[in-house]
Antibody, heavy 118, light 108 residues
């Protein structure tokens, strides 16, 4: 199992941004895939998760309406999108695989650093 | 929304000592769906324990989990140099789930 994340990004406040996570080594449509945020020097926070098999998507309350999670099963890739980033979005975002909605998170990507600064 | 509170925030110990980390939930965790992760500096987290007491693949037996309901514990029986890291508990029984704020285990 591998989760290959896109590279670091720098954006100005108000710009749009999409980061990606290419999954391999397992059946993409049979597991949930999600995103976890880690702000500089801080702890872990769930952003949300998606089931690529039917695009069922769940967000943590703090992130609902702030980001969009999608998945393209044809290229086994998940995405995290912002319409308009803010300085407070500066963080490392980890892509993770989850075995089920109420199941363990067993694989992590290396993380994508997002920096938002004017 | 369920809240996980870990204690202490920082644990200062020497190699070879025993570490006991606590995780308290604001309500009972569904089916004991509670996991523990280790995060070393500059690395992604790694799954240690799931369903409160079960060890993940390739995790050394010095790591053990216990507890049920709303009180959980991660024990490291004898600290090795590579065990000095931050540890997070995680509830996955409630939709997306939530993490505790973390406990840092540092060298005394």
């Amino acid at each position: 199992v591998q989760l290959a994340q896109s590279g670091s990004e720098v954006r100005k406040p108000g710009e749009s941004l999409t980061i990606s996570c290419k999954a391999s080594g397992y059946k993409f449509t049979g597991y949930w895939i999600g995103w976890v945020r880690q702000m500089p020097g801080k702890g872990l926070e769930w952003v949300g998760i998606i089931y690529p098999g039917d695009s069922d998507t769940r967000y943590s309350p703090s992130f609902q309406g702030q980001v969009t999670i999608t998945a393209d099963a044809s290229i086994t890739t998940a995405y995290l999108h912002w319409n308009s980033v803010r300085a407070s979005d500066t963080a490392t975002y980890y892509c993770v695989r989850r075995q089920g909605l109420n199941s363990i998170t067993d694989y992590w990507g290396h993380g994508t650093l997002v920096t938002v600064s004017s | 929304e369920l809240v996980l509170t870990q204690s202490p925030d920082t644990l200062s110990l020497s190699p070879g000592e025993r570490a006991t980390l606590s995780c308290r939930a604001s309500q009972a965790v569904n089916s004991n769906y509670l996991a523990w992760f280790q995060q070393r500096p500059g690395q992604a987290p790694r799954l240690l324990i799931y369903e409160a007491t079960k060890s993940a693949t390739d995790i050394p037996d010095r790591f053990s989990g216990s507890g049920s309901g709303s009180e959980f514990t991660l024990t490291i029986s004898r600290l090795e140099p590579q065990d000095f890291a931050v540890y997070y508990c995680h509830d996955y029984g409630d939709s997306v789930g939530t993490f505790g704020q973390g406990t840092k285990v540092e060298v005394k």
